[in-house]
């Protein structure tokens, strides 16, 4: 240990320990922009710089480690007037839009503001002018609102290991941009959204619907359906300031009712399908020689990625839709025919965690078709727009139930939105398959957590399946080049673009908090644990909609409708 004073408190620090981090051990908040946890400090914006005695300069407590006997001081006035300073200068060279723009009020910058005080403007000088990158269908880049803090480039090289965007140029002239600034559709991004979950401005932000979804509700000749994932539930409420991992799924229903669409469907509806279909499909693969491992197909940033990647890879993906896009195929066929309704009248909305989402439903996967599952799709944080345009106070909302028969599930769908979540849920359902018999333990503690890379092995009738779970695809190289050199010893590989999974989703609240991931998880795996039905063979929903209209998992026609096939765009 380490003995050091902080604002003339007595500190005990593990060795090795940063001065920010030993502050905060204390209760002392030091302000940070470059700053992320768990990642090597770089000290670049130096807002975090504090005093040290004995030392000329100021120190950045996020990059240098305590000292025995280090006196420190946090908050005295050469600290704060360099600290107003660097804000001072960001804000200059800042477009002043903040009423207009999409992070007013959940800013870092804005709020470093406030903090020092910002009045007047005492700097005036030339400022950064650039387009927007508006190309892709997920995401929106605005370089003149990057502060250069560097979070989103270490986010996407460093946790990701994607590289589609880095510094270039130099002194005023530096940016943070694509290669050869082209526009991101064209870039290696998979969209996955990290980089706008540690933005602090809103240089980098979703591509908003919103308009579209509002234009369809309007539009009388359109029956508007929306859908919601499960990881959205557990996550809405940090919007109003409730308690991490809050369930708000009876609220949101009831929010979703009064913006006006006609039916409010559940998402872990087509979660159990794809399960349904999932784990017959790697039983026919093991059987019959199929290609293996075989990977999960619900991450559409993982599917971008091996497409353009990794197409060599391309044999071993599950063919079926990913559960958002199974719904929307039930509704414009099943539910139509049912409904008596004319496909081309539906109009789908799709409430994910997710930014990717928006370019997947946009993808066209099959030339044959003519129309798109999903219409629409909107983050979670495009839905507490809505509800905040629309005069709803979520707070006072009365409990309401998704419409049926597309929104009856299990627990095993629920628990999709984490990381391991669709392996655990396909076990339950293939070991029945396989075995006639229920896993005496559904809970499948092995794939659960935070780990980069998870595995475990199965007995089923003598047949030993291994699997894995990868976490965060900055995580699946290595799997990758086994499976490519044919020394995988898998049978069965989840494959999860963002680190925890949809929990922790591109499209989610921002905010900086430690423990939200672990605490959205637990609130995901809590439903499951209380839901009377927890393997999706058992949802009596799904199995009228086999036999009403499917025949059986992996039939003819559920390939027709719920599977897809993938290209080589290297």
């Given at each position: 240990?380490?003995?050091?004073?902080?604002?003339?408190?007595?500190?005990?620090?593990?060795?090795?320990?940063?001065?920010?981090?030993?502050?905060?051990?204390?209760?002392?908040?030091?302000?940070?922009?470059?700053?992320?946890?768990?990642?090597?400090?770089?000290?670049?914006?130096?807002?975090?710089?504090?005093?040290?005695?004995?030392?000329?300069?100021?120190?950045?407590?996020?990059?240098?480690?305590?000292?025995?006997?280090?006196?420190?001081?946090?908050?005295?006035?050469?600290?704060?007037?360099?600290?107003?300073?660097?804000?001072?200068?960001?804000?200059?060279?800042?477009?002043?839009?903040?009423?207009?723009?999409?992070?007013?009020?959940?800013?870092?910058?804005?709020?470093?503001?406030?903090?020092?005080?910002?009045?007047?403007?005492?700097?005036?000088?030339?400022?950064?002018?650039?387009?927007?990158?508006?190309?892709?269908?997920?995401?929106?880049?605005?370089?003149?609102?990057?502060?250069?803090?560097?979070?989103c480039v270490r986010v996407c090289h460093?946790?990701?290991?994607?590289?589609?965007?880095?510094?270039?140029?130099?002194?005023?002239?530096?940016?943070?941009?694509?290669?050869?600034?082209?526009?991101?559709?064209?870039?290696?991004?998979?969209?996955?959204?990290?980089?706008?979950?540690?933005?602090?401005?809103?240089?980098?932000?979703?591509?908003?619907?919103?308009?579209?979804?509002?234009?369809?509700?309007?539009?009388?000749?359109?029956?508007?359906?929306?859908?919601?994932?499960?990881?959205?539930?557990?996550?809405?409420?940090?919007?109003?300031?409730?308690?991490?991992?809050?369930?708000?799924?009876?609220?949101?229903?009831?929010?979703?009712?009064?913006?006006?669409?006609?039916?409010?469907?559940?998402?872990?509806?087509?979660?159990?399908?794809?399960?349904?279909?999932?784990?017959?499909?790697?039983?026919?693969?093991?059987?019959?020689?199929?290609?293996?491992?075989?990977?999960?197909?619900?991450?559409?940033?993982?599917?971008?990625?091996?497409?353009?990647?990794?197409?060599?890879?391309?044999?071993?993906?599950?063919?079926?839709?990913?559960?958002?896009?199974?719904?929307?195929?039930?509704?414009?066929?099943?539910?139509?025919?049912?409904?008596?309704?004319?496909?081309?009248?539906?109009?789908?909305?799709?409430?994910?965690?997710?930014?990717?989402?928006?370019?997947?439903?946009?993808?066209?996967?099959?030339?044959?078709?003519?129309?798109?599952?999903?219409?629409?799709?909107?983050?979670?944080?495009?839905?507490?727009?809505?509800?905040?345009?629309?005069?709803?106070?979520?707070?006072?909302?009365?409990?309401?139930?998704?419409?049926?028969?597309?929104?009856?599930?299990?627990?095993?769908?629920?628990?999709?939105?984490?990381?391991?979540?669709?392996?655990?849920a396909a076990l339950r359902t293939a070991?029945?398959?396989?075995?006639?018999?229920?896993?005496?333990?559904?809970?499948?503690?092995?794939?659960?957590?935070?780990?980069?890379?998870?595995?475990?092995?199965?007995?089923?009738?003598?047949?030993?399946?291994?699997?894995?779970?990868?976490?965060?695809?900055?995580?699946?190289?290595?799997?990758?080049?086994?499976?490519?050199?044919?020394?995988?010893?898998?049978?069965?590989?989840?494959?999860?673009?963002?680190?925890?999974?949809?929990?922790?989703?591109?499209?989610?609240?921002i905010h900086q908090k430690q423990d939200?991931?672990?605490?959205?998880?637990?609130?995901?795996?809590?439903?499951?644990?209380?839901?009377?039905?927890?393997?999706?063979?058992?949802?009596?929903?799904?199995?009228?909609?086999?036999?009403?209209?499917?025949?059986?998992?992996?039939?003819?026609?559920?390939?027709?409708?719920?599977?897809?096939?993938?290209?080589?765009?290297?």
């Amino acid at each position: 240990m380490v003995q050091l004073t902080i604002n003339n408190i007595k500190v005990n620090a593990e060795a090795g320990m940063t001065i920010l981090d030993a502050a905060k051990s204390v209760g002392i908040s030091i302000p940070t922009l470059c700053h992320l946890k768990n990642l090597f400090p770089s000290g670049a914006c130096r807002i975090c710089s504090v005093e040290v005695e004995g030392m000329r300069g100021l120190i950045p407590s996020c990059a240098y480690p305590v000292n025995e006997g280090m006196v420190v001081e946090t908050n005295t006035p050469r600290v704060r007037s360099a600290r107003k300073t660097i804000v001072e200068l960001l804000v200059e060279n800042h477009p002043q839009d903040c009423l207009i723009c999409v992070r007013n009020k959940n800013c870092e910058l804005q709020n470093l503001s406030e903090q020092y005080g910002l009045r007047e403007h005492r700097y005036s000088g030339e400022s950064k002018e650039h387009a927007i990158d508006v190309s892709s269908a997920s995401m929106e880049r605005d370089p003149a609102k990057c502060i250069l803090c560097g979070r989103c480039v270490r986010v996407c090289h460093e946790v990701q290991h994607i590289g589609a965007i880095d510094f270039t140029n130099r002194g005023f002239n530096t940016i943070v941009t694509t290669p050869y600034n082209k526009g991101l559709n064209i870039s290696d991004c998979i969209l996955c959204g990290q980089c706008i979950l540690v933005c602090p401005t809103a240089a980098l932000r979703e591509k908003s619907a919103l308009k579209d979804v509002a234009n369809a509700l309007k539009n009388k000749n359109k029956y508007t359906i929306v859908q919601v994932a499960p990881a959205v539930r557990a996550t809405l409420g940090e919007e109003y300031n409730m308690p991490l991992g809050t369930d708000v799924t009876g609220q949101m229903v009831t929010g979703l009712r009064r913006l006006g669409f006609k039916k409010v469907f559940d998402t872990n509806f087509s979660a159990d399908l794809t399960i349904m279909e999932e784990a017959t499909e790697l039983i026919h693969r093991i059987q019959n020689g199929g290609s293996l491992p075989m990977f999960t197909s619900c991450c559409p940033g993982w599917v971008k990625y091996a497409e353009h990647n990794r197409p060599e890879i391309l044999p071993h993906i599950s063919t079926c839709k990913s559960p958002h896009e199974m719904e929307g195929a039930v509704l414009k066929t099943y539910y139509a025919k049912k409904m008596g309704l004319k496909p081309e009248d539906i109009y789908v909305v799709s409430v994910m965690p997710c930014t990717v989402k928006k370019y997947e439903s946009a993808r066209g996967e099959l030339a044959e078709q003519t129309m798109a599952d999903v219409d629409a799709v909107i983050t979670t944080r495009e839905l507490v727009r809505f509800f905040k345009m629309a005069g709803i106070d979520f707070d006072d909302l009365p409990q309401d139930s998704f419409d049926n028969p597309l929104g009856e599930s299990t627990g095993a769908a629920a628990i999709f939105g984490t990381s391991g979540g669709v392996m655990e849920a396909a076990l339950r359902t293939a070991y029945f398959k396989i075995s006639g018999k229920e896993l005496d333990n559904l809970d499948l503690e092995a794939v659960r957590g935070l780990d980069n890379v998870k595995e475990a092995s199965i007995d089923i009738n003598g047949l030993t399946v291994n699997i894995a779970v990868v976490n965060g695809i900055g995580n699946v190289g290595p799997i990758l080049d086994d499976v490519a050199a044919g020394k995988s010893k898998y049978h069965f590989i989840e494959v999860m673009t963002c680190p925890g999974r949809c929990i922790n989703g591109g499209g989610q609240p921002i905010h900086q908090k430690q423990d939200k991931v672990v605490k959205r998880m637990k609130a995901l795996y809590q439903i499951d644990a209380n839901m009377k039905l927890r393997k999706s063979h058992d949802n009596e929903s799904v199995k009228t909609l086999y036999k009403e209209f499917f025949i059986e998992p992996n039939s003819h026609k559920a390939h027709e409708i719920l599977h897809t096939e993938y290209f080589d765009r290297k």
